[in-house]
């Protein structure tokens, strides 16, 4: 691999709202892709459903002047993480790419990050994973199941940066871009979402995180997320 | 089928999950068992670029495959809704683990919505139907197919003795050559009754369409090239026949051109999805819609703002409508019972008119809906106004995909008598609505045997008590369905189809720039369990019952009657195989230069490629042929028919000089409104979970009823978000949640609604069936198609 010689890439998103539908096929494709167990009408209740990718409705106003706006919200893999520093047990990284992961075999639990997580991105598996009957060979053997009793969270599909480098290495060349893109960007009806390496001069993720129309969520914490927002409007 | 112990739980083992049947129960020390590569190990224990060293305590876990099974990728096309979107499937080791939108296919390219997402899931379902069955002693029971066959051919056949041939109808879900099947099969058995039986007006265009245009095909809706949008009633979003299609002309009508970005007003009851991403939205009262409609075509005419050039050259009776809507539909009586402020009225007829290409939607658009067939067609109306027929940013008559018909069927004597009766609905092809008014005592003889041929048309009614009343009344009930949905549960016999990744198929639609396109399903894998091909089973059918029927179908596979059909499409060396975005300005220009290329090749280089790229399709519309969008006897746009529907009087909504908001009927103060959720509205009839999951994401109440309220009502009420209570209409009582939602007109109760599905053991979707039972099925004519619930008032209390 020649990949030494640049940079490692900062992976970022950018969501265009106003190509947004909120048909939530990012949420569907994200759960089925990574292996998430189907919710019931007790967990959701509880507020127990695991989606990586949300979709967030934001009301605001009276009847009849009421404006909604629905926000699909991955994990923003902040530069500034604050569930990292909260982690006892180092189970929380962020790598040289920029991608704030999560070592399942780390994690004891305690849910420190759930909580110090101003995005609420992370997810505690309440319950042991279970797919009724034959819905089980659907699963996706490339990303494992996690058991009860540890956190979870949006890992921007990384087992597929994994294949493509795996192929890219393979074939001695470097990844090229767009060859790797998470799940939820790959399915979005109205190509909303947008993925790349934000330092890229040449990628739409570099024009579009610098479009006038961008804003990102809690901007004000300092948290530097990677997850841009374009609003709606000329 | 047995739904119990389906959820054993797993012992951790050291094989893939391609043995594991049931679900699966990890501990932590059994993380890695799945992983199929060892090269993915730290990528997948640490999710991040940096491996992480293995704790010595996982190291005595159990042995990983040395390596991944073999991968490959299929073409296909979808089938949980009409929408029609090519897809890839991902196949290891036998099993589908994964689809990808096809990104050669030109209706989504690449995309798929929740449903899409879910297909495989569809395959594995639980609450699958694995083998035929027949009702003995008042239940179900698993039969050999040939026993299931002669039940049924056997009936047919007797009846057919009888003369009593047409007295079987078939219901039919099917577009493109299964439904063709079925057409050869009832002519020449001797049926008229062949029933349209999906909510969408996927394969026939919506009565409003085929009144004012003629058409015999359904419309595209070239929304991508629209300035200006204006929806009416439910969710166009949400709720259209092709929902990534349409998703996608959004986004480009949005952003797809450097300037000029296309502006979008929603008349709706509630802050739907649909009305949040609109501009502007403007509550309105629900089944008011074709009277707003007409008030804003009042300010264009008055304004003198329409298209006098496409009304001069194309229109016909315009004059006389011009004339009673000048007189009777005043922007202030039209507010007055619409609920929308003069001032709007009159300022958004201004915009429609002005900033052209317009588009009005309603729910000749959607599909399913409550809209009368008259608020259709003056929805539909504006359009030829603004003269946006035929025209860039306005409707389209997309051609017809160019496939050989079957050949044509000879009948006998019985058959040709058969023929000459009435059909159900003095045949208008006016779907399952007809059929549930011919049954509840419209009809001139009783219906003895009933198809439903990829249709459940229980759950297309709404699956309430008088729905089912009605229907039991047919003395034999046969179903087509791969799960035990409505209509399966009450059937006499079930002849069960393989799921749509399990077969082949042709998948005949259009884009919204209205190309024609030809989608091939091909089967994934072979079939799970003892299904066969519905089309394959009615050529079976009609071997039992002999003589002229079977001489009609006397093939055996259906891909070989697939393979003749496509002979057309080469033949007609038109158009292309799917291919990548860039190639389509190619062919356009092509063809505008007048140098038409064909790439088909042989045929079985044709057919290869077809199976391979996941179809065909033609990406020119020719504006120029205007013989294929106006059909009607005059070859003109027939403003006629709505000028006489509106001056007798307006159905839905009283007559245009009453005043007034529609009142409610004493007991029941509050106006019922149903409306598609996205991703529910699918007719694959499996309960997905993970679709169920994000159901109303947007109402944060997912899994389970809910009723919206206005905040006023709520109060007046007594109760809260989440409080329980009964939702009372004359229909029927169901159980929901109260969701007070400012986004809710005063006066409206609404309720999520889809066609009912399968509320199998494992993953129950009753939801939906609730709802729509409490719907008041519409008993005139007025409402066709898809609208099946018409004008419903409700009252609620406390639980």
């Known amino acids: ?234 | 089928m047995s739904p119990k112990n389906r959820s054993k739980s797993l012992r951790p083992s050291t094989k893939t999950p391609k043995s594991t049947s049931d679900s699966v129960k990890l501990g932590r020390r059994d993380l890695f068992w799945m992983v199929p590569t060892a090269a993915a190990v730290p990528a997948l224990l640490s999710s991040c670029s940096r491996p992480d060293p293995l704790p010595p305590h996982w190291a005595s876990g159990p042995k990983l495959p040395s390596k991944a099974g073999k991968e490959t990728w299929v073409s296909s096309v979808c089938g949980g809704c009409p929408g029609g979107c090519g897809l890839r499937a991902r196949i290891v080791e036998g099993r589908i683990v994964g689809v990808a939108g096809n990104p050669l296919h030109p209706i989504n390219r690449g995309a798929l919505c929740p449903l899409g997402v879910s297909a495989p899931h569809v395959v594995y379902h639980p609450d699958r139907i694995r083998g035929p069955l027949v009702r003995r002693g008042g239940e179900l029971k698993a039969a050999t197919w040939d026993e299931a066959l002669a039940e049924v051919s056997g009936r047919m056949k007797d009846l057919r003795s009888r003369n009593l041939a047409h007295t079987v109808a078939l219901v039919d879900g099917n577009r493109g050559l299964a439904r063709e099947v079925a057409a050869a099969f009832l002519a020449a058995f001797g049926s008229p009754n062949h029933i349209h039986g999906r909510p969408w007006n996927d394969s026939v265009p919506g009565e409003a369409l085929k009144t004012l245009q003629g058409v015999t095909l359904p419309a595209a809706y070239d929304l991508e090239n629209a300035r200006y949008i204006m929806a009416f009633g439910s969710g166009w979003l949400e709720g259209s026949s092709s929902p990534v299609a349409t998703a996608r002309a959004y986004a480009l009508a949005r952003r797809g051109r450097k300037t000029d970005r296309a502006h979008v007003v929603h008349f709706e009851a509630r802050l739907s999805v649909s009305a949040a991403h609109a501009d502007e939205w403007v509550p309105l009262m629900p089944g008011t819609e074709g009277v707003l409609a007409l008030g804003l075509m009042h300010m264009i005419l008055r304004e003198g703002l329409e298209d006098r050039d496409f009304i001069d050259r194309w229109g016909n009776g315009f004059e006389f409508l011009r004339a009673i809507v000048l007189r009777d539909y005043h922007p202030d009586a039209v507010s007055e019972r619409t609920g929308v402020p003069t001032a709007t009225i009159i300022r958004l007829a201004r915009q429609f008119a002005s900033k052209r290409p317009a588009v009005a939607l309603g729910d000749e658009h959607n599909g399913p809906g409550a809209q009368t067939v008259e608020a259709r067609m003056a929805i539909h109306a504006l359009n030829a106004l603004v003269g946006s027929v035929n025209a860039p940013g306005g409707v389209l008559s997309p051609p017809q995909v160019p496939t050989d018909p079957l050949p044509t069927t000879e009948t006998d004597d019985t058959g040709k008598k058969g023929l000459a009766m009435a059909p159900v609905g003095g045949g208008r092809s006016d779907g399952v609505t007809e059929l549930l008014a011919w049954q509840e005592g419209g009809g001139s003889y009783p219906v003895n045997l009933l198809l439903a041929y990829g249709s459940d048309p229980m759950g297309v009614l709404g699956g309430g008590e008088r729905v089912r009343t009605a229907l039991r009344r047919v003395p034999f009930l046969v179903s087509f369905s791969s799960f035990l949905d409505d209509t399966a549960k009450q059937a006499d016999v079930v002849l069960p189809d393989h799921t749509y990744l399990e077969k082949w198929q042709d998948d005949p639609s259009f884009t919204t720039r209205g190309f024609p396109v030809l989608g091939i399903r091909q089967p994934i894998l072979k079939p799970r369990f003892d299904t066969r091909h519905s089309a394959e089973v009615l050529a079976e059918l009609a071997r039992g019952v002999g003589g002229p029927t079977a001489a009609a179908l006397p093939w055996k596979d259906f891909k070989e009657v697939l393979q003749t059909s496509v002979k057309g499409v080469h033949r007609s060396a038109r158009g292309s195989l799917f291919d990548v975005v860039e190639a389509e300005p190619w062919v356009e220009t092509m063809e505008r230069s007048g140098w038409r290329a064909s790439n088909l090749g042989s045929f079985d280089e044709f057919w290869a490629g077809l199976v391979a790229r996941g179809g065909w399709w033609d990406p020119i519309y020719d504006f120029g042929e205007r013989t294929r969008a106006l059909r009607t006897p005059s070859g003109r746009f027939e403003f006629g028919p709505l000028a006489k529907a509106v001056e007798k009087a307006f159905p839905g909504a009283g007559t245009g000089t009453e005043r007034g908001a529609p009142s409610a009927p004493s007991g029941f103060p509050l106006r019922l409104h149903l409306y598609p959720l996205l991703a529910a509205f699918g007719d694959s009839s499996a309960p997905l979970p993970w679709v169920q999951d994000v159901l109303g994401r947007e109402m944060e109440l997912q899994w389970g009823l809910w009723v919206e309220l206005a905040p006023p009502d709520a109060r007046t009420l007594g109760v809260t978000t989440g409080a329980k209570v009964q939702v009372e209409s004359a229909e029927g009582t169901v159980e929901a949640r109260a969701k007070v939602y400012e986004g809710a007109r005063p006066g409206v109760a609404s309720m999520p609604l889809g066609p009912g599905g399968a509320a199998g053991e494992v993953c129950k979707r009753a939801m939906l069936q609730q709802a729509s039972a409490l719907a008041a099925i519409s008993r005139t004519r007025n409402a066709m198609d898809g609208a099946v619930w018409g004008d419903t008032w409700v009252r609620i209390r406390k639980a």
């Open chain 1, 1 to 234: 691999m020649t990949e030494s010689a640049k940079p490692a890439p900062r992976w970022g998103m950018v969501v265009d709202l106003d190509r947004c539908t909120g048909c939530q096929a990012c949420t569907t494709a994200c759960q089925i892709e990574n292996n998430v167990a189907p919710s019931s009408a007790e967990t959701a209740d509880k507020g127990r459903s695991i989606r990586w990718m949300d979709q967030l409705p934001y009301m605001e106003g009276e009847y009849p002047n009421v404006k909604m706006r629905l926000l699909p919200r991955p994990c923003m893999h902040c530069d500034h993480p604050p569930c990292i520093k909260v982690c006892p047990v180092g189970a929380t990284t962020k790598g040289a790419d920029g991608i704030v992961a999560q070592i399942y075999s780390r994690c004891i639990g305690c849910r420190y990050c759930t909580t110090a997580c101003p995005y609420t991105v992370r997810y505690f598996n309440w319950y042991e994973p279970t797919w009724p009957d034959d819905l089980a060979q659907t699963l996706n053997p490339d990303v494992f199941v996690r058991p009860r009793g540890i956190v979870e969270k949006c890992t921007l599909c990384h087992h597929r940066l994994q294949n493509a480098k795996d192929k890219a290495a393979a074939e001695r060349r470097d990844l090229a871009p767009g060859e790797y893109s998470p799940a939820c960007a790959d399915i979005c009806p109205t190509q909303a979402i947008a993925f790349g390496d934000l330092d890229d001069p040449h990628g739409e993720v570099f024009s579009q995180s610098r479009s006038p129309r961008v804003f990102r969520l809690l901007e004000d914490l300092g948290t530097e997320p990677k997850v841009f927002y374009l609003r709606e409007g000329e």
